[in-house]
């Protein structure tokens, strides 16, 4: 099943509750604009790609449910404001309400924002394709790979960025092989990436992020693939860790990519002037239902890191490979 979709039978959004896996396998609706900002906002879907998605098919619910322009664009500040970093939230609201405006009526805004949410639902998966086709270039035969955070089919609609380019690259006959790191405080690397890999029978070890120095120095590791949520004039904004990551490689000599599509691309922007999201404290102080610090500890709580062009031997994205070193503008 695609990780988000838009169910024409019930008029609704279909995600893949990301929240409940790997335990539970849970499919929701949201069939309100206020019900799937709760969703982003939940991480229930996550991953740059699938936010725009989400994004795009927001502005079909609030074309259903506001009956003026305004109350629309009201909605849409909302749906803007639930996530700040991934910029493909803004580019996916964007391109459907862009569509949209050229609708007179209330029904033929929310049926030109679904057909432009259901073509970048067709594009996020013939990017993605894409990105494997030139991403798996890069990878030889027997390649162990470190990723972070899940950049997978589920931080998608299907395939996946920098997963996406293992795929590609195992279909075409490499064999190879993953070390996921588990991707604290949320824990996207053990829930979510080993469970798609593990469907897809492609085998997968799973880390703590602090081991990856160790595993890095041991030889274990010979190149190192994550997804971008937001590729800035300098350098990629991606999931906390990202940088240390990127850090250890260069010190270790190993290849070091991001894969992203042109959606992620903010070129207009600096890092300085992007605003990394800061998340509950909660998330650290508790582990489930379980204290593991003490209730009034203070905490720092960022979801984002940023790394630098420097450090990043390629940048794969659906128009090519861009090399180190990496200039954009
Ligand atoms: O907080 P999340 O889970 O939405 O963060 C996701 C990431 O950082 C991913 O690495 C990024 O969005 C790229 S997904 C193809």
Redesign the pocket.
């Known amino acids: 099943m695609r990780t988000i979709d838009w169910d024409d039978d019930r008029a609704a959004v279909r995600l893949i509750d990301q929240t409940r896996l790997p335990v539970e396998y849970e499919v929701v609706y949201c069939e309100r604009v206020e019900e799937l900002i709760e969703a982003i906002k939940e991480?229930k879907v996550?991953?740059?790609?699938a936010l725009g998605i989400a994004g795009a098919l927001g502005v079909v619910l609030a074309c259903k449910t506001a009956t003026e322009g305004e109350e629309i664009e009201r909605y849409l500040m909302k749906l803007k404001k639930a996530r700040p970093t991934?910029v493909n939230l803004f580019y996916g609201i964007d391109r459907a309400y862009s569509a949209a405006k050229r609708g007179k009526t209330p029904e033929e805004k929310e049926k030109l924002a679904l057909a432009e949410a259901n073509r970048l639902i067709e594009e996020d998966i013939a990017v993605n394709r894409r990105i494997g086709d030139y991403g798996s270039e890069l990878l030889e035969d027997g390649d162990v790979v470190l990723t972070h955070?899940?950049?997978g089919r589920l931080?998608?609609v299907d395939w996946?960025?920098a997963l996406g380019v293992i795929r590609t690259a195992i279909s075409r006959g490499k064999h190879i092989e993953v070390i996921a790191c588990e991707t604290r405080p949320l824990n996207?690397g053990s829930r979510l990436t080993t469970w798609e890999l593990m469907q897809d029978k492609i085998p997968v070890t799973l880390i703590t992020d602090s081991m990856s120095a160790a595993v890095m120095r041991e030889g274990m590791v010979n190149r190192v693939i994550?997804?971008?949520?937001r590729v800035v004039k300098e350098g990629v904004i991606?999931?906390i860790g990202t940088y240390m990551h990127a850090v250890l490689a260069k010190e270790h000599g190993i290849p070091f990519y991001v894969a992203a599509p042109t959606s992620s691309f903010d070129l207009e922007h600096g890092y300085e002037e992007i605003e990394i999201e800061e998340r509950s404290p909660e998330e650290l102080i508790y582990c489930g239902d379980t204290q593991i610090a003490p209730a009034d500890v203070r905490v720092y709580n960022p979801?984002?890191d940023f790394t630098p062009f420097e450090l990043i031997e390629a940048l794969i994205t659906e128009k090519g490979v861009f090399h180190t070193p990496i200039k954009l503008i």
């Open positions: 991480l996550r991953g740059a790609p991934a955070c899940n950049a931080a998608c996946g960025t996207q994550v997804g971008a949520d991606n999931k979801a984002f």
